[in-house]
């Protein structure tokens, strides 16, 4: 029996399931390959997530369940993401545990002047982000007890961001890297550790439950900055970059569904882009990880 049953091993579910297991906590982690990260205290379990029977009975006796799950493509968010969290919730509610969400921004959609604080209203008018609403408002609606914690794009070891998908093939290239963004617009960038953090401390205050907390993350950076300091970590001159105009990927939308989702969502690289995670870390004293060590890791 597991105190802690994680669903997903990517970025953040890896991350969790580790620092539990450094905590000597017992750790059950869920995923359809029976991946995650080696240790004597976590069990990896290959098994389909979206199954309320199914991961309740895996969950039996866990404190808390932490739905880390992501699929990789925006295109099978709609079908594969609402049957995980309807699972996630009956698994949470059959064993009296806490459901800790781990989420975005997409949810607040477009803001005034880009800054968004725990208590800015979700107004999302894209797919994706009233899907993100919908699920949160499903969970607070359920009856358990639940906290959902959103950060911004990742980075840092293992964070599948903007570095492994644009800036790491263009240095080992040697070649510029077209960004689907404006360069020089501030950004909050999530470190994937302090996303990870934030799940276990909040998990663990009733404080933190019924409601949507932010990520302690760096300050903003722009595109250009951040291409700048990994090529600096990386020991390499630093990196031409070339903005995409906003139409091409509109454009391609038309006839490519990975690029109209794409698309749909560039309103956070074209405009500031600020995270305020403000009351989260006077509330708890979370604080972010300096985004120069986040880079380092990633880097390796």
């Not at 995923?31 to 199954?51: I, K, M």
Request: charged share 20%.
């Amino acid at each position: 029996m597991a105190k802690h049953v994680v669903i997903g091993a990517g970025s953040i579910g890896a991350t969790v399931a580790r620092l539990l297991a450094e905590q000597g906590e017992t750790v059950r982690i869920v995923t359809r390959s029976g991946s995650g990260p080696e240790h004597q205290l976590v069990e990896r379990v290959a098994a389909d997530a979206s199954d309320p029977v199914g991961l309740s009975e895996l969950a039996c006796g866990a404190e808390v369940v932490y739905h880390c799950a992501n699929p990789p493509s925006y295109t099978t968010w709609e079908r594969l993401l609402p049957p995980l969290q309807t699972a996630a919730i009956a698994a949470a509610r059959a064993n009296d545990a806490v459901l800790a969400l781990t989420s975005s921004m997409y949810a607040y959609g477009p803001q005034p002047g880009g800054r968004m604080d725990e208590h800015t209203p979700m107004a999302a008018v894209g797919r994706k982000g009233r899907l993100r609403r919908r699920m949160w408002e499903q969970a607070l609606g359920s009856g358990v007890r639940t906290v959902e914690v959103r950060g911004s794009d990742y980075v840092g070891k293992d964070a599948n961001g903007i570095y492994p998908l644009l800036i790491e093939p263009a240095l080992r290239a040697g070649r510029a890297a077209w960004i689907t963004g404006h360069l020089d617009q501030p950004h909050t960038f999530t470190v994937n550790v302090d996303m990870a953090r934030a799940l276990l401390t909040l998990a663990r205050d009733e404080r933190a439950w019924g409601r949507a907390w932010h990520v302690p993350s760096p300050p903003a950076v722009t595109i250009r900055d951040l291409a700048r300091r990994y090529a600096a970590a990386a020991g390499a001159p630093p990196l031409k970059l070339i903005q995409l105009p906003r139409f091409v990927l509109r454009a391609a939308g038309l006839v490519v569904p990975i690029a109209r989702e794409m698309a749909e969502m560039d309103y956070q690289w074209y405009a500031p882009f600020h995270v305020d995670a403000t009351e989260t870390a006077e509330t708890f004293g979370l604080t972010a990880t300096d985004l120069d060590t986040a880079v380092r890791d990633e880097v390796g």
